[in-house]
């Protein structure tokens, strides 16, 4: 009889806020890592972070 | 700009099953890092390819349900930048605060995410299990 071996399997996600010096929430990015966004969803994300980078030179 | 790829690397596997033992021999992998590398992660993978100068800091471990009751692993942590400004593309959960001591848990590259000194990113880590 062959051997029996149960499986399981983790999926990982991760997700995102970035945040000032006061806490204050300056992007909240959602899923950054491990989800299958749609295009709509990845361009806002993008969005975000072309936000922060242009911040710093504001 | 890293690839958009999470994994619970091979010793994120063991420290799993040790987990799971009467007497765990390591530890809970509740702390978080951040870096600048680029290479997408991997199953091999034992740290980040480029950590940042700051200090890991401890999540918050907590159950959650994503389809079936307490099927989830969530670390919830926030990493502030404080020593100059730099483009965050990698995370990782790792199961101590010394980077000598321990393994890495789960690795994660992404898309750069801009931090200033004195910006901080709070990085919410889910992990699900299911029967494969």
Redesign the interface.
Known sequence: MPEQVAKARPEATVSARVLDKNGKVLADLGTVAGAELTEKEKAEQMKKLDGLRTSKED | MAA?????VDN?LAV?TDRLLDSPAGAEPKWIDMGTGVTP?ADADTVLETPGPETRVVGVMTQETTTVTDDTLQVVG?I?CDTG?K?ITE?GLFTHLSSTTGFLY?H?????????I???????????????
Do not use: M, P, R, W
Request: negative net charge; glycine residues 8%; aromatic residues 8%.
């Open positions: 958009d790829v999470v994994k619970v994120g799993t992660a926030t502030t400004a483009d995370c789960l994660a590259t992404f898309d750069s995410i801009h931090l200033e004195g910006n901080s990113i709070e990085f919410t880590i889910k992990v699900k299990y299911d029967q494969g």
